[in-house]
């Protein structure tokens, strides 16, 4: 299984940044898939996950800033995120997972600062 994302970037406050992930596995859809994120000296935190039955979590704090979908056909996975701030920034990970397996990708790089 590979994982790529994409789409990390230096954005201002307030913001908008849509990341991306690109799963080359067999039966996507039959698996869920999740972006996490980590900051320098914290925990890896579940931001938003998205299951095989498209149903949707996201990290409570978020206040609906951000949005997870997935394309099927492309076997992508996108993280819409929109007013950002600096506690957004960590490095962004895709996960993917279910069935008693679990792939991470490498991290894209999210920083929000002026």
């Known amino acids: 299984v590979r994982i790529v994302e994409s789409g990390g970037d230096l954005v201002r406050p307030g913001g908008s940044l849509r990341l991306s992930c690109q799963i080359s596995?067999?039966?996507?859809?039959?698996?869920?898939q999740a972006w996490y994120r980590q900051a320098p000296g914290k925990q890896r935190t579940l931001v938003a996950r998205i299951t095989s039955r498209e149903e949707t979590e996201y990290l409570e704090s978020l206040n609906g800033r951000f949005t997870i979908s997935r394309d099927v056909d492309l076997s992508m996975v996108y993280l819409q995120m929109s007013n950002l701030s600096i506690d957004d920034s960590a490095v962004y990970y895709c996960?993917?997972?279910?069935?008693?397996?679990?792939?991470w990708g490498q991290g894209t790089q999210v920083t929000v600062s002026d």
């Open positions: 996960w993917t997972g279910g069935w008693g397996v679990d792939y």
């Open positions: 596995m067999i039966l996507f859809s039959y698996y869920n």
